[in-house]
């Protein structure tokens, strides 16, 4: 599975950005799909996921209710809209998809097999 994310870039604090994550394949939709972050000097961390039929969906505590995960299986894409973003949000951006066989939501970097190449996100404050 390739994966091309898009949609980073400079916002003001307080502003919102919507990133996508294109996946390469038709079994797009079997897949769990998640976004990660990872800021200079830390560990790349869990940021949202969301599970097959986008019905489950689980978040960072430190993002939810600003951030909101959705995919599109026929276009084969995930989102992530991002409001009230604030410069602690400032990262590299990466979405990821979980090869396993089950549709749980996992926040470990260990259970994505797949990655996107990342786009940056800057919050100006």
């Known amino acids: 599975v390739q994966l091309q994310a898009s949609g980073g870039g400079l916002v003001q604090a307080g502003g919102s950005l919507r990133l996508s994550c294109a996946g390469s394949?038709?079994?797009?939709?079997?897949?769990?799909m998640a976004w990660f972050r990872q800021a200079p000097g830390k560990e790349r961390a869990f940021v949202a996921g969301?599970?097959?039929?986008?019905?489950?969906?689980h978040y960072a505590d430190s993002v939810k209710g600003r951030f909101t995960i959705s995919r599109d299986n026929a276009k084969n894409t995930v989102y992530l809209e991002m409001n009230s973003l604030k410069p602690e949000d400032t990262a590299v951006y990466y979405c990821?998809?979980?090869?396993?066989?089950?549709?749980?939501?996992?926040?470990?970097?260990?259970?994505?097999?797949?990655w996107g190449q990342g786009t940056q996100v800057t919050v100006s404050s």
């Open positions: 969301i599970s097959r039929s986008g019905g489950v969906k």
């Open positions: 394949r038709r079994t797009f939709s079997t897949y769990v």
């Open positions: 990821a998809t979980d090869p396993g066989l089950g549709d749980s939501v996992r926040s470990s970097t260990y259970d994505y097999g797949y």
